[in-house]
Structures are given as C-alpha cells and as structure tokens.
C-alpha cells in the first residue's frame, strides 16, 4: 500500500531513530520529522473517476478548498483532475492564485463573493467568481469593462434555502436583470447548495431542489442560458441522482472520507489520508504515576507509556485527551494524559515497544484501521474538520502517485 516512488525517495531522508516499525523502511516524512501525513494520490484520482462515471452530470467540480480538505492543495487537485475532473472550487482568491501559480489551468470557481479589493487579483488568475450581491456583481463589472476583453463568467448563487451566501429568492429576478444587463458580464453558471443532503430522504432537500429548478426556469424566461447549472455537494451525487444537473460538486467523497450518516459505506471510495509518528520515548511507570499537564490521567497499574512527538498544533485535537486510539505495533493503543502542543502520550501495556517505532494515528496498521470516522464520532464533529485540522507544519507525502 505505502511503497509509491515518491516514498522511495524519501526513505534517504529518514531520521535514525531506532529500530524500524513494522513498515518503517517503506515510508517516512520528507525532513527531519518524525511526524508525517501520507496522502494516496491514487485513491483520491480512482475516487474522483469513481463519482464522475457514477454521476448523471456530465462534468465534475473538485473541491480543494482549506488545502484540498488538508491533503495539500495541489497534491489533491492534480490527483482530482487526472481522475477526470473538469472544474477545481476554492473557497479564496489566494487558494485559486495558488492553483495558478502551481501551473493547473483548469477552471477554477470561487464559492463565495470575496472582498471586492480582491477583483483585480481574482481576474488575474483567470478564476470564476461565485456571485449574489448587487455591490459585487457592480464592482466585477466595473472592473471586466475597465480591463476590456471578453465578459467575465460568472456562477450567480441563489439561495434556495440555506441562508448562508446566495441570492435570496425575492432577488432572484432583479440579480438575472443585473447580470444580462452588465456588459462585463456573462452568466455560465446557476447554482445553489442543500443545507441537509447528508440525511438522505430530510424533505427540505426536496424543497431546495424544487426552488433551485424554478431559478433555472426564472433564468431561461429571461432569455439567459447558464452553462452549467449545479446543485449537488458530495452527500447529494451520491444520493440524488435526479438533481445532479450539468455539474457535481463534491469534496469529502474525493478524499474517500464520509459526509456523513455512512453515505460511503459500500461504494468503492477509500481514504486518502493517513497521519503516522515514531514513538520518541518509551517509558516504565509505575502503579499511581500520572502524566501530562494536569495529571489527568493516573496508571491504574504498572505499565509501559511512549511519547509520540505529535500534539495539537499538528492536529490531534486536545480534545482527544484520555480519548483517542492509536495503533502501535498492530494494536490499538489509548492515547492518555493530557495532549500538548508539540507532544502525546500513549499507553503501551505491557508491549514491547521501542523509541522509533511507528505510531498510526490515522491510517491502517496491521489489518486494523484507525479513521477519520473514528475521530469525528469520539469528537462529536465532522470528518472534515477532522481532515482540515492536520496542522500546516505536517509534512503531506504524496505516495502513489
Ligand atoms: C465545500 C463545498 C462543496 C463540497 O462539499 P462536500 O460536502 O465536501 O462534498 C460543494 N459546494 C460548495 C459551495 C462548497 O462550499
């Protein structure tokens, strides 16, 4: 699974901590870490093909916002586009600049109105805007006019029912009349999102998908012709096939992780993410020790603690304290005490263990797998916050490339 090309250039570079792990000579961070993330570039290409055949649409949106949902940006968003996808979506003008800066030239829309300060550099790196408010679609206008050149295309967002960025349907009309009337402008898009598509069946869905259908017929009425017309995040090109229109939008399922309610369970789509450390030191305590800030945790009897140097700034969320599992040596192994910023403690029982021995956080070990769905449902969040939390000063190894 873990011996890419890009692994095998990389294993020069391993720190000499010990005796290996049990795949230690097949992987390891790209400096002198010893806490690294491992993005499968296969699984997120293999999972875009995946969802682009198995969608009516015919075209295909990548999200790669919040650096492709903490794959890396442009690992995720070279991965999503040799998968086959025809857009990427960012969520800021400096994450599309980014992408353009990187050489990836595909269409790249900007899901929401960024500051207007921000129109020069969003037209110089050629990215398609998101737009719904009068004060924007003015000032992006303005702007086209004064550069000249051919109308800028723009994705007018309505608000179906979300409440969140979008036209709100009493504006509908006037933002269509503003748009056909801007001669900087063209509208190649129609959209909206569904606030509920992770619960399959939920009838404001139906709601959002009737009200967003109306929008369209409001816009053909007027006599404009939106390109592509979109609606569905992940849940919903999974589950809505009748509304998946010109275009999908997914982003969690590219990264094989769950929207939520189990939606993936069954379908071929896999994890690309995995986060893996060494153990830095291995330590006897005895009965009645306890540990980290706060000795928050007490052995309750002799036992063997390792420090894994991999804290909340890296993403193990101190919310994990006395709560989290890792898997050392093929079992699975409680994290205790309190979690630092830079450093973790893990309870080894009575195993042998040694300083350099590999420590999954998040990945597979031994057949078991520890997953982005384990974090979230112990956290009571979602597996993207799970995702966009590895810390930025993670190093991400693309291995399968
Ligand atoms: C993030 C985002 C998506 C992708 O959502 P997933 O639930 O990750 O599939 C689609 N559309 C918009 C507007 C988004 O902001």
Request: proline share 7%; charged share 20%; aromatic share 4%.
């Amino acid at each position: 699974m873990r011996t890419g090309p890009a692994v095998a250039d990389a294993t020069h570079l391993l720190e000499g901590t010990g005796p290996p792990g049990p795949r230690a000579a097949a992987a390891g961070p790209p400096a002198q870490r010893a806490t690294w993330a491992e993005v499968d570039v296969a699984a997120i290409r293999a999972n875009t093909a995946w969802l682009r055949a198995r969608s009516n649409a015919p075209a295909l949106l990548a999200a790669v916002k919040a650096d492709g949902y903490g794959h890396g940006l442009e690992i995720a968003a070279r991965a999503a586009v040799a998968g086959g996808a025809d857009w990427l979506g960012v969520a800021l003008v400096e994450e599309g600049a980014a992408l353009r800066a990187a050489g990836i030239d595909v269409p790249v829309l900007l899901f929401a109105e960024p500051p207007v300060a921000a129109i020069p550099a969003l037209l110089d790196a050629g990215l398609t805007p998101a737009a719904y408010s009068p004060a924007f679609l003015a000032a992006l206008d303005a702007a086209a006019v004064a550069r000249g050149g051919p109308p800028v295309g723009v994705h007018l967002k309505l608000d179906t029912g979300m409440r969140r960025v979008g036209v709100p349907p009493a504006d509908w009309e006037d933002a269509l009349r503003r748009v056909r009337a801007a001669p900087g402008l063209a509208l190649d898009g129609l959209w909206s999102h569904l606030a509920v598509a992770d619960e399959p069946g939920h009838p404001f869905t139906v709601q959002q998908a009737a009200a967003f259908r109306r929008g369209l017929a409001l816009a053909r009425g007027l006599g404009l012709a939106p390109r592509l017309a979109h609606l569905c995040n992940s849940a919903a090109t999974l589950t809505l096939p009748d509304e998946h229109h010109d275009l999908v939008r997914p982003g969690i399922a590219l990264y094989g992780l769950d929207p939520g309610g189990g939606l993936t369970a069954g379908t071929p789509l896999r994890p690309a993410l995995a986060l893996y450390s060494r153990l830095s030191l291995v330590k006897r305590l005895a009965a009645g020790e306890a540990v980290s800030y706060g000795l928050r945790w007490t052995a309750a009897r002799a036992t063997t603690v390792g420090t894994v140097p991999a804290g909340y700034a890296d993403g193990v969320t101190r919310a994990l304290t006395n709560r989290g599992m890792v898997l050392v040596n093929g079992r699975e192994r409680p994290m205790v005490g309190t979690i630092c910023m830079d450093q973790l403690l893990v309870d080894l029982g009575d195993d042998e263990a040694r300083v350099g021995d590999e420590v999954v956080l998040l990945g597979e070990q031994g057949g078991r797998r520890v997953s982005a769905e384990d974090w979230a449902s112990r956290l009571g969040t979602i597996t993207y916050e799970v995702a966009t939390s590895i810390g930025a000063r993670v190093p991400r190894v693309p291995v399968r490339a």
